[in-house]
């Protein structure tokens, strides 16, 4: 009855031809999800086409693993003449809005119950090195320097990361944290704050006796 419901209050504000379509796009949704959900060993997997996918292998989702169209998750276990032994972990209940790219070398991880919104770039590498004992130089194409490794990116759990936000390599953020939009991670960003900025500062941080997010004073 509520799917009844649903269905007929999408018609009376779409009209019938965008109705058609939707049903189609979303019985495409579950056949390519079903398929994706077993190639993972679960039950419950939603990701919207288009998506790339590469390096199943060394990927682990987590149950209720969900993605708007637009997805680039992709464990890299060669790049050029180098290889790699990426993984990259996902919690449960996890959410990404459109255009979310995921890309390991190393070691990405990502915690349960974390909500990820449009055009984020979570990585644990960069296209070349420029910092430490051999560095890249700018007269190489950048497609040719090497990808680095080594390096983990770990987002904890029920964080939120806004719209158009960059977690880069190496960077750590605790559980319970927000980013805001068009933030840029770098280095730790510790549990239950709220965090903005490139790169993002701490702005607030929860405190559980008052139940309220406190400004930050430094």
């Known amino acids: 009855m509520a799917n009844l419901r649903s269905t007929r209050t999408y018609l009376d504000n779409n009209g019938l031809y965008l109705s058609i379509s939707h049903a189609f796009r979303i019985a495409w949704i579950r056949i390519n999800s079903s398929m994706i959900a077993r190639q993972f060993g679960l039950g419950r997997v939603t990701i919207e086409p288009p998506f790339v996918l590469n390096g199943r292998r060394f990927i682990k989702l987590g149950e209720g693993f969900a993605s708007g169209p637009g997805l680039w998750l992709e464990a890299i276990s060669r790049y050029n003449e180098a290889s790699f032994e990426p993984r990259i972990i996902v919690g449960r209940n996890v959410s990404l809005s459109h255009s979310v790219h995921i890309a390991a070398t190393t070691y990405v991880e990502i915690g349960a119950d974390v ?11 960069n296209h070349g090195s420029y910092s430490g004992a051999e560095q890249s130089s700018p007269l190489h194409p950048p497609l040719r320097r090497p990808l680095e490794q080594g390096r983990k990116t770990i987002v904890g759990a029920r964080v939120w990361l806004g719209d158009g936000v960059v977690v880069t390599a190496g960077a750590v953020i605790g559980d319970g944290a927000i980013i805001g939009a068009n933030s840029v991670v770098v280095g730790v960003i510790p549990g239950n704050s ?22 930050s004073h430094a």
């Open 115 to 125: 909500l990820i919104g449009s055009r984020v770039l979570i990585t644990d590498h």
């Open 194 to 215: 709220l965090a903005a900025g490139a790169p993002a500062s701490v702005i607030r941080t929860y405190d559980e006796q008052s139940g309220q997010w406190l400004r």
